[in-house]
């Protein structure tokens, strides 16, 4: 962990995008993210405060329906946590820890 701009400890993640969810991210597929290690509420940030953070922070396209569905991913999108189903690690309530590798993928296809 580091110091963070106001003083606090820091998580840093890298997040990535594929399988055109990139589109949603300004086109950028891997972001270098750092978290507060511990929320107001005292709390480590899980998956679910991840979501909200991308959305509000990070996502350039308006159409967050596209990625968030009901403040959770959307059916389609598979959620890869250090390459493990994010099922088999909690899920939203998953604590994100240093280094974690979070990588989100459309299944989903125009045509």
């Known amino acids: 962990m580091t110091e963070s ?3 606090g400890p820091i998580i ?4 990535e995008f594929t399988g055109g969810l990139e589109l949603l ?3 950028e597929r891997k972001h270098n993210v750092s978290l507060p290690a ?3 509420d005292g709390s480590r940030p899980n998956i679910a405060y991840l979501l909200r953070y991308l959305v509000d922070n990070l996502m350039k396209d308006q159409r967050k329906e596209m990625f968030i569905m009901e403040d959770n991913v959307r ?3 598979l959620v890869l946590i250090n390459d493990a189903d994010w099922e088999l690690e909690g899920e939203e309530k998953y604590e994100l820890q240093p280094g974690d590798n979070i990588v989100f993928v459309s ?3 125009g045509g």
């Not at 840093?12 to 997040?15: A, G």
């Open 75 to 77: 059916p389609g999108i």
């Open 12 to 15: 840093s993640i890298t997040v």
């Open 5 to 7: 701009v106001n003083g």
């Open 107 to 109: 299944t989903l296809h």
């Open 38 to 40: 511990q929320l107001d």
């Open 25 to 27: 991210f300004a086109n």
